[in-house]
T-cell receptor
């Protein structure tokens, strides 16, 4: 596609529920990133994939967060047993090459945990 | 711990005026400083970026000024237009790292 596509755009989850957020990067992009953006804050790094390999997951806030990119294209960010503090916009970004600063961000998934 | 501090939190400017946003950092390993523009409901979009070997970079109405000794950089939006109303984020990274550290953002409102 022309851009990075994320779905769903909005998700409301009850506390304790598991959620899965999907990211379709730009076709052919090697690198894929997940960032978390709390209300009124800048994005914060969660995890990085180069093709199907997860090279950095240092930003994942707890073991309830899990990300995968099994075939090196679509990625899923899964949050288990959601908590209110997980409420945020989850942004996915991709870039053509590894260590390429020319990220293209998607519009994000706004997760609200009630 | 926020690695990049951004100010002001918000600003209002008249059409045709100049918007100035400031950022400061501590990590001297940072060597790439981009600015992103974000509209409501959209992801951040790269606006302009600078490396520390230059003190200024200009693209159209947008200029980055960089002061390496003070560890500060700023974005100037000249001849501000209502379409520039958005949230602006400064960020920083190192050349061997793909992670961006973002500031907290500045909401700019341009009044017609």
């Amino acid at each position: 596609g022309a851009g990075v596509s994320q779905s769903p755009r909005y998700k409301v989850a009850k506390r304790g529920q598991d959620v899965a957020l999907r990211c379709d990067p730009i076709s052919g992009h090697v690198s894929l990133f997940w960032y978390q953006q709390a209300l009124g804050q800048g994005p914060e790094f969660l995890t990085y994939f180069q093709n199907e390999a997860q090279l950095d997951k240092s930003g994942l806030p707890s073991d309830r967060f899990f990300a995968e990119r099994p075939e090196g294209s679509v990625s899923t960010l899964k949050i288990q047993r959601t908590q209110q503090e997980d409420s945020a916009v989850y942004l996915c970004a991709s870039s053509l090459r590894a260590a390429d600063y020319g990220y293209t961000f998607g519009s994000g998934t706004r997760l609200t945990v009630v | 711990q926020q690695q990049v501090k951004q100010s002001p939190q918000s600003l209002i400017v008249q059409k045709g005026g100049i918007s100035i946003i400031n950022c400061a950092y501590e990590n001297t390993a940072f060597d790439y400083f981009p600015w992103y523009q974000q509209f409501p409901g959209k992801g951040p979009a790269l606006l302009i970026a600078i490396r520390p070997d230059v003190s200024e970079k200009k693209e159209g109405r947008f200029t980055i000024s960089f002061n390496k000794s003070a560890k500060q950089f700023s974005l100037h939006i000249m001849d501000s237009q209502p379409g520039d109303s958005a949230t602006y984020f400064c960020a920083a990274s190192t050349h061997n790292d793909y992670k961006l550290s973002f500031g907290a953002g500045t909401t700019v409102t341009v009044r017609a």
